[in-house]
């Protein structure tokens, strides 16, 4: 991830204060971000929906 | 009779009644245990001794009144400092919530109380459950009894290090990512990871709403049955919760292994994440035990380690930043640095990918399923090394992620770790045993097959 980027989306998540007294761990956080979401293999059929599935309560 | 702290549960309850001994004699034997080990371990965040005594002489004066709740009744219990009791602060470890008193017991610690444990205090954990041993918190990370110079494993650390050192006989812990099953697997002891569902998560502070479990740790396959009886059922307040099922989780213990199922996982450590020669062996040597006594064991394959580790990983920040973003945005130098890398990671996780991992879960739920079809219990690593050294950061941040717990926390099956073997430098190696939903008691029923086969349960920390 960009360091542009991080710090727009660090900004954007209301870390101002971590950014300017933590950046190497608001980085660090980042780049954990990046590296974990790849590994996955995201269904591609439409019809899988996540888990758990949404379920109505007792109607009493 | 063996010195008292290293008496099971078990033998502990038919001590009581028998009238060979006393909760208070117990517990006195292990508060002077504490006192003289404690100083080394810090498994204690609080130790409420003056409470607990009390409880001690209650429960003894009701035994020998002939009102006795059960097997649990005068028996130490501690518990992770990520759940309530009530009049103590749950600090999960953390300058961020060191005054924080609950108002009232959390369910397990309710229900505890109700089989009439004795609570001891709360216990060291990695912060929130999630940082890692860390020396910049306002307590000391928990320490190994095997060697006080290598890591219990965690996040429920003071559980898994006491239960090992004979300070308590029982340990109550969490597991988001295998944080119950990871001190047990270093610690040499035994730790379940329940059904999702199955044991209440109300009052215990959470991590990842759909990967958090609250489970025991024990150093019999016995005990952790015990300890599942007390603290099972259904509770309406945890939205988790599965309606109550059958109980009497020891009921299959003797059964043995003969003719069940076991499916192997050989991917896990041989190529997804290879294990040390010495954890490979004591794996594979598990298998060849269950095989001699009876059981039918065959390789069973599901979706990659990394894999599922990537789900969790995903699902786990994303959730966990839900709960922590507004102390990180205005207290983040109240964080551990560990724990604060570990859990921003949610604010950089685009919604689409947290539902992918979501909708991932869900194949990997059907796979486990698909391979309970036809094995009845799989087996497989917990962990791919022994406990690294606690003060070598870069080896704990290598090692700590190098295990196959993270999948029954993404699929919420009941799974179990316990001590398999020691390796050459004399530390804990284990092996871990997972079940179909609700079939927790045929999980314990291969541990304890295991266990009664091995002398593994015999072993004890050179701690003194």
């Given at each position: 991830m960009e360091h542009d980027l991080v710090i727009a989306l660090a900004k954007a998540a209301g870390l101002e204060k971590a950014l300017t007294d933590y950046p190497d761990d608001v980085a660090a956080a980042a780049a954990q971000a990046a590296e974990t979401g790849g590994a996955i293999r995201v269904p591609t059929d439409p019809a899988i929906e996540p888990w758990p599935p949404m379920r109505a309560g007792t109607g009493r | 009779m063996s010195e008292l702290h290293w008496l099971s549960i078990a033998e502990m309850a038919a001590a009581f009644a028998a009238r060979r001994l006393s909760p208070v004699e117990v517990l006195s034997a292990l508060l002077a245990r504490i006192e003289r080990l404690d100083t080394r371990l810090h498994t204690f965040v609080r130790l409420d001794a003056d409470v607990a005594m009390d409880a001690a002489r209650a429960a003894e004066r009701d035994i020998a009144a002939g009102r006795s709740r059960g097997k649990l009744h005068g028996i130490a219990v501690g518990l992770k400092d990520i759940i309530d009791v009530a009049g103590l602060p749950t600090t999960c470890h953390s300058k961020i919530l060191l005054d924080n008193v609950a108002r009232a017991d959390a369910t397990v610690t309710a229900k505890l109380r109700q089989a009439g444990a004795v609570i001891l205090g709360k216990l060291a954990t990695h912060e929130f459950a999630i940082g890692g041993p860390s020396f910049d918190l306002p307590f000391p990370p928990a320490r190994n009894p095997?060697?006080?110079?290598h890591h219990p494993g965690g996040s429920s650390s003071g559980a898994g290090a006491g239960v090992a050192a004979g300070l308590f006989p029982a340990g109550i812990g969490s597991d988001t990512g295998g944080s119950v099953r990871n001190p047990a697997s270093c610690c040499g002891i035994v730790g379940l990871k329940p059904?999702?569902?199955?044991?209440?998560?109300?009052g215990v502070f959470p991590l990842s709403y759909t990967l958090d479990h609250v489970g025991p740790l024990g150093r019999t396959v016995a005990d952790i049955a015990l300890l599942l009886d007390a603290i099972a059922g259904h509770d309406a307040?945890?939205?988790?919760s599965a309606p109550s099922g059958a109980r009497d989780f020891g009921r299959e213990l003797d059964r043995g292994v003969r003719d069940l199922r076991i499916g192997f996982?050989?991917?896990?450590?041989?190529?997804d994440m290879p294990a040390t020669p010495e954890m490979t062996a004591a794996i594979a040597d598990a298998a060849r035990v269950l095989e001699s006594e009876g059981a039918l064991v065959r390789t069973v394959t599901l979706p990659s380690l990394n894999e599922f580790a990537a789900v969790n990983r995903v699902i786990l920040a994303s959730e966990a930043w839900s709960v922590h973003a507004p102390w990180l945005r205005t207290?983040?130098?109240?964080?551990g640095q560990l724990a604060r890398r570990r859990l921003m990671p949610g604010a950089f996780i685009a919604a689409g990918d947290y539902v992918g991992a979501q909708r991932r879960r869900a194949q990997m739920i059907a796979a486990v399923e698909d391979a309970f079809r036809d094995v009845d219990v799989l087996l497989c690593a917990s962990s791919m090394d022994p406990a690294s050294r606690i003060e070598d950061s870069a080896e704990t941040a290598r090692t700590y992620p190098r295990q196959a717990r993270t999948p029954f926390n993404v699929t919420g099956h009941p799974a179990l770790a316990m001590m398999s073997g020691l390796s050459d430098n004399g530390l804990p190696l284990s092996v871990q045993f997972a079940g179909r939903y609700f079939q927790d008691a045929t999980v314990l029923r291969v541990a304890a097959a295991y266990e009664r086969a091995t002398e593994w349960h015999t072993r004890r920390p050179p701690i003194g």
């Amino acid at each position: 991830m960009e360091h542009d980027l991080v710090i727009a989306l660090a900004k954007a998540a209301g870390l101002e204060k971590a950014l300017t007294d933590y950046p190497d761990d608001v980085a660090a956080a980042a780049a954990q971000a990046a590296e974990t979401g790849g590994a996955i293999r995201v269904p591609t059929d439409p019809a899988i929906e996540p888990w758990p599935p949404m379920r109505a309560g007792t109607g009493r | 009779m063996s010195e008292l702290h290293w008496l099971s549960i078990a033998e502990m309850a038919a001590a009581f009644a028998a009238r060979r001994l006393s909760p208070v004699e117990v517990l006195s034997a292990l508060l002077a245990r504490i006192e003289r080990l404690d100083t080394r371990l810090h498994t204690f965040v609080r130790l409420d001794a003056d409470v607990a005594m009390d409880a001690a002489r209650a429960a003894e004066r009701d035994i020998a009144a002939g009102r006795s709740r059960g097997k649990l009744h005068g028996i130490a219990v501690g518990l992770k400092d990520i759940i309530d009791v009530a009049g103590l602060p749950t600090t999960c470890h953390s300058k961020i919530l060191l005054d924080n008193v609950a108002r009232a017991d959390a369910t397990v610690t309710a229900k505890l109380r109700q089989a009439g444990a004795v609570i001891l205090g709360k216990l060291a954990t990695h912060e929130f459950a999630i940082g890692g041993p860390s020396f910049d918190l306002p307590f000391p990370p928990a320490r190994n009894p095997w060697n006080p110079d290598h890591h219990p494993g965690g996040s429920s650390s003071g559980a898994g290090a006491g239960v090992a050192a004979g300070l308590f006989p029982a340990g109550i812990g969490s597991d988001t990512g295998g944080s119950v099953r990871n001190p047990a697997s270093c610690c040499g002891i035994v730790g379940l990871k329940p059904t999702y569902g199955l044991v209440s998560r109300r009052g215990v502070f959470p991590l990842s709403y759909t990967l958090d479990h609250v489970g025991p740790l024990g150093r019999t396959v016995a005990d952790i049955a015990l300890l599942l009886d007390a603290i099972a059922g259904h509770d309406a307040a945890d939205p988790g919760s599965a309606p109550s099922g059958a109980r009497d989780f020891g009921r299959e213990l003797d059964r043995g292994v003969r003719d069940l199922r076991i499916g192997f996982i050989r991917h896990f450590h041989e190529t997804d994440m290879p294990a040390t020669p010495e954890m490979t062996a004591a794996i594979a040597d598990a298998a060849r035990v269950l095989e001699s006594e009876g059981a039918l064991v065959r390789t069973v394959t599901l979706p990659s380690l990394n894999e599922f580790a990537a789900v969790n990983r995903v699902i786990l920040a994303s959730e966990a930043w839900s709960v922590h973003a507004p102390w990180l945005r205005t207290r983040p130098g109240d964080y551990g640095q560990l724990a604060r890398r570990r859990l921003m990671p949610g604010a950089f996780i685009a919604a689409g990918d947290y539902v992918g991992a979501q909708r991932r879960r869900a194949q990997m739920i059907a796979a486990v399923e698909d391979a309970f079809r036809d094995v009845d219990v799989l087996l497989c690593a917990s962990s791919m090394d022994p406990a690294s050294r606690i003060e070598d950061s870069a080896e704990t941040a290598r090692t700590y992620p190098r295990q196959a717990r993270t999948p029954f926390n993404v699929t919420g099956h009941p799974a179990l770790a316990m001590m398999s073997g020691l390796s050459d430098n004399g530390l804990p190696l284990s092996v871990q045993f997972a079940g179909r939903y609700f079939q927790d008691a045929t999980v314990l029923r291969v541990a304890a097959a295991y266990e009664r086969a091995t002398e593994w349960h015999t072993r004890r920390p050179p701690i003194g």
